[in-house]
């Protein structure tokens, strides 16, 4: 083989392999009403091995079985069920759906620091039932992106500027023993610096330049969010209402390799 072609081939398996972990840090919000309609999207993003994010939504018409089913496809999978309540509802909860194996889950950092070591605890006690399961990610949600500072302060009673509120409300995760938060990509710096550069950001409100904000008001693209320290964006409609998806998704792709 020629030099020139060795280059080339160790090239490609760098690129291949640098695609493959950003689609893990990517997650595709399944925002559907119902299975038949979530699975015929999957099969257009068939081979691009993503992150599939499952809401409340889906998961409450499809069940437990579509969480199976994405697992025996080979997909990981993050749960977004926010679970906020008392401590022993929510260890039980956590024990469930790492039985399932979902790979992430997300409780309410609002929810305190017991009931958020509480869901560890759950996850624990289903892994040590069964070797076969892993510890999933578990991580808080700090504030809602669609909480303005006005609702923060005059609704919910919490005073001062959001980002204050979000990073403590990480501090608190990370004391609980939690992998990480959801937050705004603007704020992922200000949460590593308080809680060092492991402790995980999973961020919505990602839209690629020229795509339509929705309802989405403090967005960043796939790059800037890269760049600003993100571990996983999560993307629902600039893929999910592409004309094509799987070309959507791995543009997104693409632009994450390159930031
Ligand atoms: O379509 P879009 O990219 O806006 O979807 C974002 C996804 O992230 C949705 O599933 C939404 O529920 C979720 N999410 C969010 N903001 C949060 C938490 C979750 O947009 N703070």
Redesign the pocket.
Known sequence: MAQGEGQQTEENIRLTAKREEMAQRLMI?L?YPDVTQAKLFIQKLEGIPCYM?V?MQLFYAAGPEFIKELKTRGYSVFL?VKMHDIPNTVKGGAESLTQLGVDMFNVHASGGSVMMAAARAGAASAVSGNPALSMPLIIA?TQ???TSQEVMNGEIGIPGNVTDTVVRYAKLAAEAGLDGV?ASPQESAAIAEACGPAFRTVT???RPSGSSL?D?SRVMTPGQAIRQGSHYL?????V?SAADPRQAALNIIEEMIQA
């Open positions: 919000a925002d994010k809401g977004d949600v809602l992106t669609s959801v919505p409100g990602i929705d989405q999560v993307v629902g409609r600039p999910t």
